[in-house]
């Protein structure tokens, strides 16, 4: 964690965020206009890294690192970037769809479904030139972007049947 981690965030997800996007490019009137999409739920980065080490069952321990060390003496850090998005909620309706939990929680079930397969091939798969980011981190992101679609049983075996085809070509 960069900093005291006090510093504050708001994260979106990128299907709330091209929702707003396709909305507003066929809206005449809002061509020219700047428009903030975000998310209204504000976290510090150490409010967001202690879910995320809980939820992943995790012993390691947060570290701390000074800007300075990273960007230099001059660098000063936005404390608070929260978006007001009122401009876009008025001219589309726009409203964030997607809570920061369902977020963490599918990227830990992307991370869990790499990891399970991964150690399912280790050592052998080193052994033979591969490494597991490559051939496993699709099936990750495949089961977690399932997750956050809310694809059915059927759908999500589709996908990860799909993600585990790209590996090989």
Not at 5 to 13: A, K, M
Not at 101 to 110: K, N, P
Not at 113 to 120: I, K, Q
Request: charge should be neutral; proline fraction near 4%; glycine fraction near 10%.
């Amino acid at each position: 964690v960069y900093g005291d981690g006090s510093h504050r965030r708001c994260f979106g997800y990128v299907k709330d965020v091209t929702w707003a996007l396709k909305k507003l490019i066929v809206k005449p009137e809002c061509y020219g206009r700047v428009f903030n999409i975000g998310s209204h739920e504000e976290i510090s980065v150490i409010g967001l890294a202690e879910p995320v080490r809980e939820r992943l069952g995790s012993a390691s321990k947060i570290v701390y690192v000074p800007y300075r060390e990273i960007y230099g003496e001059n660098f000063e850090e936005t404390v608070n970037r929260s978006p007001c998005t009122a401009r876009v909620e008025t001219a589309i309706g726009y409203a964030p769809r997607t809570s920061l939990r369902e977020m963490i929680d599918a990227m830990v079930l992307g991370i869990e479904v790499s990891c399970r397969v991964g150690n399912c091939m280790y050592p052998d798969h080193y052994d033979r030139g591969w490494h597991i980011t490559g051939t496993t981190g699709m099936l990750g992101s495949a089961a977690a972007c399932s997750s956050l679609l809310k694809l059915s049983v059927e759908q999500t075996q589709m996908a990860l049947g799909i993600a585990a085809s790209q590996p090989v070509g």
